[in-house]
């Protein structure tokens, strides 16, 4: 059974770092593209980042770009996501997904994801 | 960015009635490549459709998606207790990735 548990999540002040990880089993990791997807409080789903199997291939949300970096270590069977310069409006779940091919496509398969709450 | 408008924002409908939920692109979405997902409360979403009308792996066939272009629809035959959730259609054709803002599938 295919199962990514998401973990690193917390309360981080404006300006602030943090380093969310997955750690995924059940599968070939190194085969698969992955995602992170966040969900603001009461609100809608919103696509961060995605990353090929081999992490060749990387794109970002606009809302993101320049702060987040996304990576993978297939040897670890684990996903990342380092989030700096935290504003209010990272606040969210942070869901971590697997993609159905080696290229970040859709979302076949999601975590419970991680709670950030960005605040002073 | 593409950006998915999805309609009714809320469905209210009884089950066994038939639903019918709209996502419409600003631009056209290449390849098809659209996807409808289901969300329940506290729960983490969960993959429905891709492609534009491929089901995934364990989706009962009440659900079905259609479309291409700029206009996709996600129909569901007979509605289960089951299926009021909110659902979201995600388009995958061109980065940055974009999330329609989720139709509520209500009981009336």
């Known amino acids: 059974e295919v199962q990514l548990a998401e973990s690193g999540g917390g309360l981080v002040q404006p300006g602030r770092s943090l380093r969310l990880s997955c750690a995924a089993s059940?599968?070939?990791?190194?085969?698969?593209?992955m995602h992170w997807v966040r969900q603001a409080p009461g609100k809608g789903l919103e696509w961060v980042s995605g990353?090929?199997?081999?992490?060749?291939?990387?794109g970002y949300a606009d809302s993101v770009k320049g702060r987040f970096t996304i990576s993978r270590d297939n040897a670890k069977d684990s996903l990342y996501l380092q989030m700096n310069s935290l504003r209010a409006e990272d606040t969210a779940l942070y869901y971590c997904a697997k993609a159905q091919s080696s290229y970040y496509n859709f979302m076949a398969v999601w975590g419970k994801g991680t709670t950030v709450a960005v605040s002073s | 960015e593409i950006v998915l408008t999805q309609s009714p924002g809320t469905l209210s409908l009884s089950p066994g009635e038939r639903a019918t939920l709209s996502c419409r692109a600003s631009q056209s979405v290449s390849n098809s490549f659209l996807a409808w997902y289901q969300q329940k409360p506290g729960q983490a979403p969960r993959l429905l459709i891709y492609?534009?009308?491929t089901r995934a792996t364990g989706i009962p066939d009440r659900f079905s998606g259609s479309g291409s272009g700029t206009d996709f629809t996600l129909t569901i035959s007979r509605l289960e207790p089951e299926d009021f959730a909110v659902y979201y259609c995600?388009?995958?054709?061109?980065?940055?990735?974009?999330f329609g803002q989720g139709t509520k599938l209500e009981i009336k």
């Open positions: 492609g534009a009308s």
């Open positions: 990353i090929s199997w081999n992490s060749g291939s990387i």
């Open positions: 059940g599968f070939t990791f190194g085969d698969y593209a």
């Open positions: 995600q388009q995958y054709g061109s980065s940055p990735y974009t």
